[in-house]
T-cell receptor
Framework: GQNIDQPTEMTATEGAIVQINCTYQ??????LFWYQQHAGEAPTFLSY??LDGLEEKGRFSSFLSRSKGYSYLLLKELQMKDSASYLC??????????WGAGTKLIIKP | IAGITQAPTSQILAAGRRMTLRCTQD?????MYWYRQDLGLGLRLIHY???????GKGEVPDGYSVSRANTDDFPLTLASAVPSQTSVYFC??????????????FGPGTRLTVL
C-alpha cells in the first residue's frame, strides 16, 4: 500500500529553526509537495520537489532524497504565525496526490 | 469571485437526507478535486475531474457522486447521508489534466455533520 509518515506534533520556540520530516512509500513518484494549513482554514501551497536536493524559498526550504523516500521542510526564524499543520503529499504514478496526516507545529514565545 | 468558493460553509444534516456541496472556481483550471479531511488522517480523494465532461473515482468514492458540466463548477452529492460522512470537505483545482504537476489550490471547505 501507499504510505506517508510525518510526526503528529512538534513544538519549537519563536526565532528558532525546525525541521519537519516526511517519509514515503508510494506506487511511483512524480514529485512531493508541502502545504501549510492553519486551523480551520484550507491548505495552501508551500513547495514542490521532484529532483533530489534542497529548494529554498525565503524562510522555508524543502529537501528531497528520492532514493531514501525522504523529504524535510525546514522553517527558519520561526514566527508565531507559523503555528499551523504542515502537510506532506506525494504525486504517485497515476498523478494523484497521496497525503500524509500532517504535522501540527506549535510555536512558543 | 477570486479563486475557489464552496457552499455551504457548514451544514448539519439528518441521516438519510440528500445533500449537494457546491464548488466554483474562476481560474479556468482544467482539473478539479473533492477531498475529505478527518482528524488524524490525511486528505483523502473522493472524486476528481481532469476536464469538463469527465470524472473519475478517487480513494473513497462510495456514497458520493459528482458531475462536471462546465469548467467552473464541480458539485459533490451525497445521495443518502450517513454519520460516517461527517467530515470537512475541500474542493481543489489545478491547471492540469492529471498528467502534470501543477499546484492544487483549495477552497475554504465545508464542515458537514450528519446526525
Amino acid at each position: 500500500g501507499q504510505n506517508i509518515d510525518q510526526p503528529t506534533e512538534m513544538t519549537a520556540t519563536e526565532g528558532a529553526i525546525v525541521q519537519i520530516n516526511c517519509t514515503y512509500q508510494t506506487s511511483g513518484f512524480n514529485g512531493l509537495f508541502w502545504y501549510q494549513q492553519h486551523a480551520g482554514e484550507a491548505p495552501t501551497f508551500l513547495s514542490y520537489n521532484v529532483l533530489d536536493g534542497l529548494e529554498e524559498k525565503g524562510r522555508f526550504s524543502s529537501f528531497l532524497s528520492r532514493s531514501k523516500g525522504y523529504s524535510y521542510l525546514l522553517l527558519k526564524e520561526l514566527q508565531m504565525k507559523d503555528s499551523a499543520s504542515y502537510l506532506c503529499a506525494v504525486l504517485d504514478s497515476n498523478y494523484q496526490l497521496i497525503w500524509g496526516a500532517g504535522t501540527k507545529l506549535i510555536i512558543k514565545p | 469571485i477570486a479563486g475557489i468558493t464552496q457552499a455551504p460553509t457548514s451544514q448539519i444534516l439528518a441521516a438519510g437526507r440528500r445533500m449537494t456541496l457546491r464548488c466554483t472556481q474562476d481560474m479556468r483550471h482544467n482539473a478539479m478535486y473533492w477531498y475529505r479531511q478527518d482528524l488524524g488522517l490525511g486528505l483523502r480523494l473522493i472524486h476528481y475531474s481532469n476536464t469538463a465532461g469527465t470524472t473519475g473515482k478517487g480513494e473513497v468514492p462510495d456514497g458520493y457522486s459528482v458531475s462536471r458540466a462546465n469548467t467552473d463548477d464541480f458539485p459533490l452529492t451525497l445521495a443518502s447521508a450517513v454519520p460516517s460522512q461527517t467530515s470537512v470537505y475541500f474542493c481543489a483545482s489545478s491547471d492540469s489534466q492529471g498528467f502534470g504537476t501543477d499546484t492544487q489550490y483549495f477552497g475554504p471547505g465545508t464542515r458537514l455533520t450528519v446526525l
